[in-house]
């Protein structure tokens, strides 16, 4: 799909973030690993966004690893590894 | 070794001021229409030279110390448009009326915006957005004000093809958002691109020209051609935007500063550097390098301007105008290099306002916390200050540079007072000074008879006057000057009817001299 037709919005990933800095103990879940179950359970973690116009990336990249590079523009994404 | 020759009469005539200033070449090689200074006035006349009017101060805001630093009109249909402002307290206001004699300022949000980083602005749906790079994208609708938080912090605002572009995120320099189509309310998580990933470089501006949106880099500009895909290319390899409220639309151009000088933009191709007259002025002896980021456009009649701050200043200090209208049409029927001036005004940013018959330009003050009316129609100071309009010509060598000149006589053609002084062989000081009175003086009405030797009716806009200088030289450069406050006007003929239009205190139109021709000295 294009870019812009994903349906999971930086709304709906602010409110994951924000879930998962409320978790109690997390345990060995990280931020990423929030992210992924989220999209497995819209069943949206084998998504794949057309990402030709990328330099560094192939004509379709995963939905999930679009969103989780871009974690460090999330303000709450104070536990994000990924960049 | 001294010689003498037979004295010869010569006449010479400045020939306008059209191409404007010219500090690029060597002083002896300007052409007859460049001049090497012309500062606070400008050129709309094509050949002359008019001083400026002046800044009109239209209130205060906040506190002493703050300052405007970023401007904007929210325009709302039939509803009156609102003047926006942010200041370097981090607040932002609106008023519906800039042209009150003392403006009331309603505070939008106190919300702690950023101190030094300008706002970016784009009207959409019915909306303006604003960001700074620090806090959420915020709206405002002309009564409430709303922040998108899941929206990218990004310094930079742009709007096209019905979408909503951010760009400027601190921790992520490549980057490009895109809210979803029609709705800049809402972002998709993967609708975003980086742009020359990882060069080193940052985005500094986000432009259009209606089919491209332009990512501008420091040293690269990129396109983006297609606003769902994000296919992209790079359309200038060596000079990208140095800032991205330097972008500025006239007619059908669009101008913006580089890093190289101010550049026009070709289509998806490399820009044009325009500004070779004036090229030595970027450099960072002169220039404070590390404030282009924030210099700013703005557009009022023919011209285009931009402001910088000097080196030694952290605020703009001076505005660079280019003519486009001025500029040669070409033997292909394309239009050359128009010319430039500069001012020096205490203004840092501005907009232009237009509702009903009113249109004025309105700027934030640097020097007080102050909001001015820019060439307003009533003052020939700049917030009670007065200042200095100039214009020095090139070096006249009469066609014999080696010859030694006198000049007996100038006739001096123009409007208002000013003093015309001569510089003679590139001397850094003056050798003649004249204070010039060309003032049309009031009407002649009565009820005398016609044709009785009196003089009826208005006084000429345009005046002659002879001066004598009693000077030697090789090389003769004239220079118009003055720090009168007060103003003058251009009569405009429109028809049958003469429209009287304001304008700073003196017009000079053109010179005329007349003197010998001396044999070798050594002078």
């Known amino acids: 799909m294009m870019p812009s037709d994903t349906s999971v919005t930086r709304e709906m990933v602010s409110g994951w973030i924000d879930e998962y800095n409320d978790l109690t103990d997390p345990g060995d879940t990280t931020l990423e690993d929030w992210v992924r179950s989220k999209l497995t359970e819209m069943d949206l973690h084998e998504a794949e966004v057309m990402t030709v116009g990328h330099d560094d990336l192939g004509d379709t990249t995963p939905l999930v690893d679009m969103i989780l590079m871009d974690l460090p523009s999330y303000p709450n994404a104070t536990g994000s590894t990924t960049s | 070794m001294p010689q003498v020759a037979q004295l010869a009469d010569v006449q010479a005539r400045t020939q306008g001021f059209g191409q404007g200033v010219n500090i690029q070449d060597a002083p002896n090689e300007l052409a007859p229409t460049e001049v090497r200074r012309a500062e606070n006035g400008i050129l709309d006349e094509r050949g002359g030279f008019t001083k400026r009017l002046g800044c009109q101060s239209q209130g205060t805001v906040g506190a002493s110390g703050d300052r405007i630093i970023s401007t904007y009109v929210f325009y709302r249909g039939l509803t009156a448009p609102q003047f926006l402002i942010h200041t370097s307290a981090g607040r932002v206001y609106y008023t519906n009326d800039p042209t009150a004699g003392t403006v009331t300022w309603t505070e939008i949000s106190s919300g702690g ?14 909306k303006v957005y604003f960001c700074d790079g620090l806090h959420a994208l915020a709206t405002w609708d002309g009564t409430t004000y709303t922040t998108i938080a899941s929206a990218p912090i990004g310094k930079y605002l742009r709007l096209w093809k019905d979408t909503m572009w951010v760009s400027g995120i601190p921790s992520l320099p490549d980057r490009v958002y895109s809210s979803s189509a029609g709705d800049a309310g809402t972002w998709p998580s993967a609708n975003w691109i980086d742009i020359r990933k990882g060069d080193g470089d940052l985005v500094r501006a986000l432009a259009t020209d209606g089919t491209y949106l332009l990512v501008g880099k420091r040293n690269t500009g990129v396109l983006i051609l297609d606003g769902a895909a994000f296919s992209n ?19 059908a151009n669009i101008f913006y500063l ?3 000088g101010i550049a026009q933009w070709q289509g998806d191709a490399p820009a044009s550097l325009i500004s070779y007259k004036i090229d030595p002025l970027f450099d960072p002896r002169i220039l404070n390098f590390d404030r282009l980021e924030f210099s700013w456009a703005y557009a009022q009649g023919q011209r285009v301007s931009w402001t910088f701050a000097e080196i030694g200043s952290t605020v703009p200090t001076m505005q660079v105008n280019y003519y486009p209208r001025l500029a040669e049409l070409t033997a292909l029927g394309v239009r050359g290099l128009g010319p430039w001036s500069f001012d020096r005004m205490p203004v840092g940013c501005a907009s232009i306002w237009r509702w009903q018959s009113s249109q004025r330009m309105f700027g934030g003050s640097t020097i007080a916390n102050k909001f001015y009316w820019m060439f307003s129609d009533s003052t020939g100071q700049d917030d009670g200050v007065s200042f200095t309009a100039i214009l020095e010509t090139g070096a006249y060598d009469f066609g014999q540079p080696l010859l030694t000149k006198y000049v007996r006589r100038m006739r001096v053609l123009g409007r208002g007072q000013f003093n015309v002084q001569i510089r003679k062989n590139f001397a850094s000081g003056t050798c003649y000074n004249k204070p010039v009175d060309l003032t049309a003086s009031q009407a002649h009405w009565n009820t005398g008879t016609w044709n009785d030797g009196s003089d009826w009716g208005p006084d000429a806009n345009i005046k002659e006057e002879t001066i004598n200088p009693d000077v030697y030289g090789r090389y003769i450069a004239m220079i118009f000057r003055d720090t009168d406050p007060d103003m003058s006007s251009i009569v405009l003929p429109v028809g049958t009817k003469d429209y009287v239009i304001p304008t700073g205190q003196w017009s000079v139109l053109g010179c005329l001299l007349d003197g010998f021709l001396l044999g070798i000295r050594e002078t």
């Open chain 2, 258 to 260: 580089t890093r190289r």
């Open chain 2, 233 to 251: 290319r790079v359309y200038d390899y060596e000079k990208g935007i140095e800032s991205h409220w330097s972008v500025i639309q006239h007619e």
């Open chain 2, 113 to 126: 915006w950023s101190t030094t980083q300008r706002m970016s602005w784009e009207t959409f749906n019915g």
